[in-house]
């Protein structure tokens, strides 16, 4: 599936495996018959047996992810539907949608996360300015060198900036899986835990399409080191999320996350002082 994009001055600029069905890229992961397949439509299930999981059957280092998912319709409350990104290890890397479902009428919540070397406690938790559960919407991750960028129909709702000049190690050398889930998690999906899920509703169902994948494949043979080589651009090869103009947001991507922030955004981890009396380092360096 590798696919040769496009051409910059002079140097092939590469992009490699972009795709729309399901079965080229992902495979189930559990409860199987927790699945229906409609033609490009993917739907998963959660019912009071079991929730149901897929992972993409290849890890990536750098690009972009994209899905569409259109959440669980009226009475969401206690479960949670993930689409994320991860390494494997103790020490692993991880970016996170979390959405959170909630009683029939009253908004889903996004939380998203970022671990990094194994350590996550990132949170943020925004509502979305649209109803995700009437409709399909993409969500999406950007993952170059220089950041990790959160998209919501290609909205940045979240930036996490490479800060290893301050000291602050940066995900940038374990290819990632993809994946996504349903599962109950009324223990503390909504309003902290005390709406619980109410089984007689189920199942819960999250619906998906659109699948792309527009990023550097990483054979499970070759090594973290390797793969930080290969993917990354140099004299004769440019990976097109290494050009220039995606090293940054663009100054109206900038001011979209600073209405996202201002008009959406309801936890912020960076300004929690109940539970980081002493700022993450990464927040005082923040600046959009
Ligand atoms: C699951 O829910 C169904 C329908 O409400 C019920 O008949 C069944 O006993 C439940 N099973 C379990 C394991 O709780
Ligand atoms: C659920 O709805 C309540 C009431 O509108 C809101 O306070 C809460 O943030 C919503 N989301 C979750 C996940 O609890
Ligand atoms: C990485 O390099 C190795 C050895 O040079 C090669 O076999 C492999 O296919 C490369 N992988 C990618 C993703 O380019």
Redesign the pocket.
């Known amino acids: 599936m590798s696919a040769l994009v496009g051409l910059f001055v002079g140097l092939s600029l590469v992009g ?1 495996v972009s795709s729309a069905k399901f079965d080229e890229l992902f495979q189930p992961s559990w409860a199987l018959d927790h699945f229906t397949y409609e033609g490009e439509l993917l739907r998963l299930k959660l019912d009071n047996y079991s929730g149901a999981g897929f992972q993409s059957k290849s890890k990536y ?1 750098f690009g972009k992810v994209t899905v569409q998912i259109k959440l669980v319709e009226g009475d969401s409350a206690g479960t949670v539907t993930a689409f994320y990104m991860s390494s494997d290890g103790p020490t692993h890397n991880e970016f996170d949608f979390e959405f959170l479902g909630n009683s029939t009428g009253e908004p889903y919540l996004v939380q998203t996360n970022v671990y990094v070397n194994g350590v996550g406690n990132r949170e943020q938790r925004l509502n979305l300015w649209f109803d995700p559960t009437k409709d399909f919407h993409s969500y999406s991750f950007l993952w170059n060198q220089r950041h990790v960028v959160f998209l919501v129909d290609e909205t940045p709702i979240r930036l996490h900036t490479n800060m290893e000049n301050k000291g602050i190690p940066y995900p940038k050398d374990q290819p990632m899986g993809v994946y996504s889930s349903i599962w109950n998690a009324d223990d503390w999906a909504t309003q902290g835990g005390r709406v619980k899920t109410d089984w007689s509703h189920a199942p819960f169902v999250a619906s998906y399409k659109g699948f792309e994948i527009a990023a ?4 499970a ?2 090594t973290s080191a ?2 930080a ?3 990354s651009s140099n004299g004769e090869r440019r990976y097109w999320w290494d050009e220039p103009t995606l090293s940054e947001l663009s100054s109206h991507q900038s001011h979209q996350l600073l209405w996202v922030k201002a008009n959406h955004m309801v936890y912020d981890y960076c300004t929690d002082t109940a539970r980081f009396p002493v700022p993450p380092v990464e927040c005082l360096h923040h600046h959009h």
């Not at 550097?216 to 054979?219: A, D, G, R």
């Open positions: 490699l280092l550097c494949e990483v054979p043979s070759v390797d793969s080589k290969n993917c």
